[in-house]
């Protein structure tokens, strides 16, 4: 604890809030009048028109995910979608960007989809002179602005890559350079994975690749589970280089429609069920495929054909029944020398955006800790 900075139990640190209307998603508008925000990581989930439903924003608020943990700073007027969305009003003694990055430094524990308010409710917050704070929260935003702007320039690194892949293929659905058309199944396999058990899972072993360590199309080693080596399991063995593709969740939402090609982080991996392996027998360059794949048009179909209610399922046969482009290797190769120089600029700027969250981090924690 600081010398000299108040701690206050968290809900005595907020003013009442009268809540509009709550929006259901499935009311949500691609356009409109008032931003839609909700608990989804995505800043604004949609638009909305009428006027009535607007929470009027005075002073910033933080928006709190109370089933996603989700923060976001809101300093404009509104419409709340519905559910899980708690609106943090600070009293005047409180930076409202204050309040977010102690509460993005606590880091709440992750409850599943279970609500986490009630764990806010256990906080005291520290509340040093305004004047601190202010200078606390200009020493972050700086940081934060830097962390957006590499971020930044990764996206536009991806869309460079994509305009590459459209200027030498041209649209893959219109087919305009003629290219060979082949279905997908009958020149390549789906692999799937094995429905290994959670209880059985070690700190250390072999990898297991579940869906949210590939279905951004970005290898992921956030809660990363091991399992120990046995060679009854090797036909469910992956290896760097080798492209997979998540079948259930965000299904066709990821910037390479879910499609991650692994990294040399590990020499071996096991692929997990509801994942499978995109065996191409070498008429396939998998950069090449990986983009192939992220095409709009290719991932919409397989978002029209996915099956399940809460959540997107994608069968094999989905991604065999695909009729691709079949390039000849000779320009695949061409194609992925030119990305590859793209993905080294791409590993630098993530490798400086590590160093700067480390940065971050460090300063949260001299503030905070």
Known sequence: ????????????CLQKVKYTNKVFSSDYLKKGTYPIISQEEAFVSGYWNNEDDVFRVQKPVVIFGDHTRVLKYVDFDFVIGADGVKILLPKDALNTKFLKYYLYWYNIPNLGYSRHYKLLKELYIPVPTLSIQEAIVAELDKLNEILTKKHEQLKELDRLGQAVFYDMFGDPDNNEKKWLIQRFGDIASVIGGFAFKSDSFNIKGIPVLKIGNINTGIFKQDNLCFYAYDSKLCKYE??????VISLTGTVGKGDYGNVC???DTYKCYYLNQRNAKLETYGLYQNMF????????????????NCRGVRQANILNKDIENLKLILPSLDIQAIFVEKVVSLENQKQKIKQSIVEVQQLLDYTMNKYFG
């Open 1 to 12: 604890m600081k010398d000299n900075w108040k701690y206050i139990l968290f809900e005595d």
């Open 238 to 243: 992956v290896y760097p280089n080798d492209l």
């Open 261 to 263: 090609i692994l990294p």
């Open 289 to 304: 495929l990986k983009y192939l794949l992220s095409d709009k048009k290719i991932k919409s179909f397989l978002t029209r």
